[in-house]
C-alpha cells in the first residue's frame, strides 16, 4: 500500500531464542543474544535488525541478556541470582569465557515449566555487554534494544533515568 513503511526483517535475540526442551537442534544452534547469534542472523538469514534486551548491572553496565535471573549449579545445587543485583565481573564469569584459559561457572536456564536444564547449544559464546555488541555486530545491523524490568519489582523514577542513561552511555 501506497505510504506504507518498507517491511523489515528482525532476528529475536539475534539468530532466534534458545529453546533448550525442543527436540528441534537447530533451536540450540547457536546462543540467543550474543555477538555470534546477532552476526549469525544478518549473514545467513539476512535480517536488517536484531531485537534483544538490556539490562543494568548492579555496577552500572547495561548487558544483553533476556532473563531476570541467571542459573547455576555448584556442588550438586542450583542457585539463581538476579542479574541486576550481580556485578558486571561475575555476570561475565558464567558460561564461555573470553579468555580461553578460564573456565566459566556452568550456565543453567530455567524453563517455563519449571525445569532448570544445562544451557547448552552446538556454537557457545560468552555472554555479553551492551558495548561488546556496538563494537562486534557488523555495523550495518539495526538494533531493536528493549529495555527489561522485573515485572516483580517496584522502580522508582530516579531508577529507570538511571538505566537509561547508562545504556546512553554504553553507545557513545
Excluded at 539468530?15 to 549469525?40: I, Q, W
Excluded at 535471573?69 to 561475565?92: A, H, M, N, W
Excluded at 552446538?122 to 534494544?145: Q, W, Y
Aim: aromatic share 8%; hydrophobic share 35%.
Amino acid at each position: 500500500a501506497a505510504g506504507r513503511p518498507p517491511l523489515v526483517v528482525v532476528g529475536h535475540r539475534g539468530k532466534g531464542m534458545n529453546a533448550l526442551a525442543s527436540p528441534d537442534e537447530r533451536l540450540r544452534e547457536v546462543k540467543e543474544n550474543t555477538v555470534r547469534s546477532f552476526n549469525d542472523a544478518a549473514r545467513v538469514a539476512g535480517v536488517g535488525y536484531v531485537e534483544f534486551d538490556v539490562q543494568v548491572t548492579k555496577d552500572g553496565c547495561p548487558i544483553v541478556f533476556h532473563d531476570n535471573f541467571i542459573y547455576t549449579e555448584q556442588d550438586g545445587k542450583i542457585s539463581g541470582k538476579r542479574v541486576t543485583d550481580l556485578p558486571l565481573d561475575e555476570f561475565l564469569s558464567y558460561g564461555p569465557q573470553k579468555d580461553q584459559d578460564k573456565v566459566g561457572r556452568p550456565l543453567l536456564r530455567k524453563l517455563k515449566d519449571g525445569r532448570t536444564l544445562m544451557w547448552d547449544v552446538r556454537s557457545d559464546e560468552p555472554l555479553c555487554t551492551l558495548r561488546e555488541a556496538f563494537e562486534g555486530v557488523d555495523a550495518r545491523v539495526g538494533f531493536n534494544v528493549e529495555l527489561k524490568f522485573d515485572d516483580d519489582l517496584d522502580y522508582q523514577e530516579e531508577e529507570l533515568a538511571g538505566v537509561l542513561q547508562a545504556i546512553l552511555k554504553a553507545r557513545s
